[in-house]
């Protein structure tokens, strides 16, 4: 099976914001190390004992990604604590200034902070080459192979928008597809269901950037600005987008999730979660892959 591909989700699949007022309240595990260290020899130092989401100035707190130890203000975190107990963590920057939130703001989060939440992670492709991850994204599985849904060749190429080639799901021959596989359609009427895929390529044609939202079958954003702040509109549901790239010099895939209203910003998005990655990081093992910000490892597609 393919490395983290992602199935298919239903049209606006907003998760709304849970608390996480009671992530500082979590039980601490007995006699618990002071540090944790992974398979690829990362060791970084464990936030033990009650957290303070608030605290100013905003304490710095380490997550590992593969060898790569990354340094952050605790605000930058999706819990605005640091990582979980189990080594996982997520960052959450504030769209649009891509900024972290306020000291505090996540803590039982509004759903219109939730809206306006970009939240990135990363991860350490050891065993496979980082490209090929990249596309595994887009490569349909063997099951999927004749689903138009779950491929660039079955889709419907547009013209370039924002710098992104997209390929649109192409409803008539996905109805068709699914009426003659299962003798019904996986969601009838509902075209607002499948997803669009946008792609950025390098000067050689390889494919840096993939980014699937919900279907333009989904007019409304579900989201307006006000006040300068992105809320969510009187409509129901909210149109997204997940959006993969990699740093190839670190091995690392980089997922980004994001409002479908963002994707005119996908760029500037993707180079600031890539900056904050190699900006901050350290290597651990004594390897000898690059640490420095290249054009490749920011950008990595052609201009």
């Not at 350490?124 to 192979?145: C, H």
């Not at 997922?255 to 760029?267: C, D, F, G, M």
Request: overall charge neutral; glycine content about 6%; aromatic content about 10%.
């Amino acid at each position: 099976m393919p490395l983290l591909r992602s199935m298919p989700v239903f049209a606006f699949a907003f998760a709304l914001p849970l608390p996480l007022g009671a992530c500082a309240q979590r039980d601490v595990p007995r006699n618990m190390s002071p540090t944790q260290t992974n398979e690829q020899g990362c060791t970084r130092k464990r936030s033990i004992g009650p957290q303070d989401a608030y605290a100013v100035p905003v304490p710095l707190k380490q997550a590992c990604v593969g060898p790569y130890l990354l340094e952050l203000p605790q605000n930058y975190y999706y819990n605005q604590m640091g990582p979980w107990h189990d080594d996982s963590f997520s960052l959450a920057l504030e769209y649009p200034s891509l900024q972290p939130f306020k000291p505090g703001e996540r803590i039982n989060p509004s759903v219109d902070v939730g809206i306006r939440t970009v939240t990135v992670s990363y991860s350490y492709i050891s065993r496979l080459d980082v490209r090929q991850a990249l596309r595994n994204q887009y490569t349909p599985m063997e099951y999927e192979k004749d689903d138009p849904a779950a491929s660039l060749a079955t889709r419907i190429k547009g013209d370039s928008r924002y710098g992104l080639i997209p390929y649109y799901a192409d409803l008539e021959r996905i109805r068709a597809f699914d009426r003659k596989r299962m003798g019904r359609e996986r969601a009838p009427g509902v075209g607002s269901w499948y997803q669009d895929w946008f792609v950025a390529s390098d000067d050689d044609g390889q494919v840096q950037t993939f980014i699937w939202c919900t279907s333009r079958e989904a007019v409304d954003p579900g989201v307006e600005f006000r006040d300068g702040k992105l809320v969510k509109n009187a409509n129901r549901g909210v149109p997204e987008c997940v959006h993969w790239s990699i740093l190839p010099g670190h091995r690392t895939l980089v997922k980004i999730r994001y409002p479908r209203v963002a994707l005119e910003s996908w760029l500037r998005t993707q180079e600031r979660a890539h900056q904050l990655f190699v900006e901050n990081t350290d290597q651990q093992d004594g390897g000898e892959e690059s640490t420095t910000l290249d054009k490749q490892d920011v950008v990595g597609i052609s201009s």
